[in-house]
């Protein structure tokens, strides 16, 4: 039997109303608790690291967003100058990964057809996946990249999903633009740093230049002069003392030559040339200097000869250099040895180079040395002995040809210079040997 407070409630719906309270209350509660998370993540989203990484940078978005939005994959796409850059961020919990897929689009193409050629894309690589994206804009509501987020299911719902999407983009945006505007700031900082650098290094070479020219006469007169007096005066006590004039001379004239090719104002003939003949070269130079110091020179050449496009005389000053140098990191040591290989070295971006490395296993090279070793004028080695200007000038020589020139060492174990120049391509030589035979 009911009571009469029980017909009382059911006649009047209070308890039915307190129920329904309730859960509108829990609901409430959970709608907030959803919210505060969304807030704290948008909160979140302003803060993205100014110097990360683009990498970085996605995996960062990709990790806040999974607490408030369901996704496989995220992706932040970048679009400048023609080309899309898109930082896929894959994973989830703490172990995110991100893929960097690059993509050409025309330069002007309007914001919509963009997107339409990145989910074409994305529709190709992820065939059961669902893509959806918002744009990033800039304050100038100029569109430069996307948010896009990949779902092995078609969301069934989106209204409320793709609002908070949009919030997200913009906040997002936001950062990101200040981004790529620190990195335009850093860029010109760094260009107007290396323009100063290169124009202080212009004024040196031309003042060197000059004083080197100047130098020479003189120079070859105290050179000339100092060998006729040093055969007359053979036997007597003053000997050593000219020596020690015509040593110094010597010295002198390698400092300019030196100079001069630093500062580029000896011409030099560029031809077509084979790396192991200019090794064999280098080595008549001065093999016989390096085996008189006690050290094993061995030489693995590439087979058939690679071929550049240079000066074979500078390319030979730079061989020298780095048998020299090698060989005075050997002095003192036990067993010492000088590796000398040819190579052909192909990069994963396709460009192929002749290779040249030199190797010892002499004292090596500190970590925070490796770092100056190619600053003109820096040596460690005593004043009679280094000018400083030997990689400096190799390195200077190598950018000329259009290659480089690196370093690898580890403090008493090794050191390794490899020098890279573009490879001559078979079809050139082929070329350039057809029109000789005609010539
Ligand atoms: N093979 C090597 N092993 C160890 N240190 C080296 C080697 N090559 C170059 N270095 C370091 O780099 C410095 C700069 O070399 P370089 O420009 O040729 O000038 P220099 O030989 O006149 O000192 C050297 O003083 C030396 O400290
Ligand atoms: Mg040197």
């Known amino acids: 039997m009911q009571s009469k407070q029980e017909i009382l409630e059911k006649l009047t719906g209070i308890q039915s109303s307190r129920k329904s309270y309730y859960t509108e209350l829990n609901y409430l509660v959970e709608e907030m608790k959803k919210k505060n998370r969304q807030l704290a993540v948008i909160n979140q989203l302003t803060q993205i690291q100014i110097n990360a990484s683009w990498p970085e940078i996605s995996i960062y978005i990709a990790s806040q967003l999974s607490q408030i939005l369901p996704f496989d994959h995220f992706i932040l796409t970048l679009v400048k100058g023609g080309q899309l850059t898109s930082y896929l961020a894959k994973g989830g919990e703490e172990e995110w990964q991100c893929h960097t897929l690059r993509q050409a689009s025309a330069p002007d193409q309007a914001s919509l057809s963009i997107l339409n050629l990145l989910h074409q894309s994305l529709t190709e690589r992820f065939p059961d996946h669902h893509a959806r994206s918002v744009p990033l804009r800039s304050q100038f509501n100029q569109t430069f990249g996307f948010l896009t987020l990949l779902q092995g299911i078609r969301p069934a719902s989106v209204g409320e999903e793709a609002e908070l999407f949009s919030l997200i983009a913009s906040h997002v945006a936001v950062s990101v633009e200040n981004i790529l505007l620190f990195q335009d700031v850093s860029e010109k900082i760094n260009i107007e740093a290396q323009l100063v650098q290169s124009a202080k290094m212009a004024a040196i070479g031309e003042m060197a230049a000059g004083i080197a020219h100047e130098l020479n006469s003189p120079l070859t007169a105290i050179l000339g002069n100092s060998q006729l007096l040093l055969r007359e005066m053979k036997e007597s006590p003053a000997a050593p003392l000219m020596n020690d004039i015509y040593q110094c001379g010597v010295r002198c004239k390698k400092i300019i030559q030196n100079l001069l090719t630093f500062s580029r104002q000896e011409e030099y003939l560029f031809s077509t040339i084979s790396i192991n003949e200019v090794?064999?070269?280098?080595?008549?130079?001065?093999?016989?200097?390096?085996?008189?110091?006690?050290?094993?020179?061995?030489?693995?050449?590439?087979?058939?000869?690679?071929?550049?496009?240079?000066?074979?005389?500078?390319?030979?000053?730079?061989?020298?250099?780095?048998?020299?140098?090698?060989?005075?990191?050997?002095?003192?040591?036990?067993?010492?040895?000088?590796?000398?290989?040819?190579?052909?070295?192909?990069?994963?971006?396709?460009?192929?180079?002749?290779?040249?490395?030199?190797?010892?296993?002499?004292?090596?090279?500190?970590?925070?040395?490796?770092?100056?070793?190619?600053?003109?004028?820096?040596?460690?080695?005593?004043?009679?002995?280094?000018?400083?200007?030997?990689?400096?000038?190799?390195?200077?020589?190598?950018?000329?040809?259009?290659g480089k020139l690196l370093a690898e060492s580890e403090e008493n174990q090794y050191s390794r210079f490899t020098l890279l120049l573009p490879l001559l391509r078979e079809e050139i030589r082929h070329g350039e040997k057809t029109n000789a035979d005609r010539g």
């Open 279 to 402: 090794v064999e070269d280098a080595l008549s130079l001065i093999g016989y200097q390096l085996s008189v110091s006690g050290l094993t020179v061995t030489k693995e050449l590439a087979d058939p000869p690679l071929l550049f496009h240079g000066s074979r005389h500078q390319i030979e000053q730079i061989v020298i250099n780095l048998l020299l140098n090698a060989r005075d990191a050997l002095v003192g040591r036990e067993d010492p040895f000088i590796e000398i290989r040819s190579l052909l070295v192909e990069e994963d971006d396709g460009d192929a180079y002749v290779g040249l490395s030199v190797h010892d296993n002499g004292e090596g090279i500190a970590a925070d040395s490796l770092r100056q070793i190619f600053q003109p004028f820096y040596s460690t080695k005593e004043r009679s002995k280094g000018t400083g200007l030997g990689l400096s000038v190799s390195l200077g020589i190598a950018e000329a040809h259009g």
